[in-house]
């Protein structure tokens, strides 16, 4: 049971527990916010259509990012497992996995989310510190790299990510609860999903992921 989508409003944690999922279980962590940031960087043409929409806290169309992800879950490196983190966001987008995930022996087998009250929400993203190379997160006061400002996983300097600032965020909120709660509905109804308090703690969470996933490593 290794093909996991892991879920979750912006802040709930996904980054950090996803770094440590695909380290453990050795699958591969498949951020589409990574991606996109990624293309941003290098000025593909995806990057540029995505910039402006991810800066200010929208949505990628769901053409776009489906025929991304479906292209990624191809990779032979997917084959025994992965780690989906921010995909999928809209019904649309989970409607799609579900016909393409079977027919290149990706289905979803497992669904964990992690929730968070806004309140709390506000408050990590404000002090959020992320690893642009590593896709590792922090944070200034309950998380803090061993060198202040430098990933402790590869060694790159961190930064703070342009859409977490108090408007973009807003948005993506807004968002989350328009067009990606509704996944969890979704997800129950087929019986995959296991929910999280994502306030209990970094290492107990961890635990309770690690033990819904098994000593099989
Ligand atoms: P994240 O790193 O998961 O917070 O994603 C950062 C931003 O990338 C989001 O706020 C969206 O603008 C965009 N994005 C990431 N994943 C998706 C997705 N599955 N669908 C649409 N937009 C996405």
């Known amino acids: 049971m290794r093909n996991i989508i892991l ?43 995505a910039k402006a929409i991810i800066e200010s806290g929208g949505l990628v169309p769901d053409s776009l990012t489906i025929a991304l992800v479906e292209e990624r879950l191809s990779h032979e490196d997917c084959a025994n497992g992965y780690l989906l983190d921010g995909f999928p966001r ?19 087998e497992l669904v964990i989310n992690i929730a968070v009250p806004d309140e ?21 006061v309950a998380m803090k790299p061993r060198v202040e400002g430098i990933c402790d996983r590869c060694g790159a300097e961190l930064i703070q990510r ?40 970094y290492q107990n969470l961890q635990e309770g992921i690690f033990a819904l996933l098994g000593a099989e490593r």
Do not use: W
């Open 7 to 49: 879920m979750g409003p912006p802040g709930a944690g996904k980054g950090t527990q996803a770094v440590n999922i695909s380290d453990t279980y050795k699958i591969p962590h498949i951020s589409t916010g990574d991606m996109f940031r990624e293309a941003i960087g290098n000025k593909t043409p995806l990057g540029l259509q």
């Open 120 to 140: 709390v929400l506000i408050e990590r993203i404000a002090g959020r510190r992320v690893c642009p190379k590593c896709g590792a997160s922090y944070n200034i």
């Open 90 to 108: 809209t019904i649309a987008q989970a409607e799609a996995l579900k016909q393409f995930g079977p027919k290149i022996g990706r289905a979803v």
């Open 162 to 201: 342009k859409d977490d600032n108090p408007e973009s965020f807003k948005v993506r909120l807004e968002n989350y609860y328009a067009q990606t709660q509704p996944l969890l509905d979704y997800y129950e109804k087929e019986g995959l999903l296991h929910s999280f308090d994502g306030t209990v703690g």
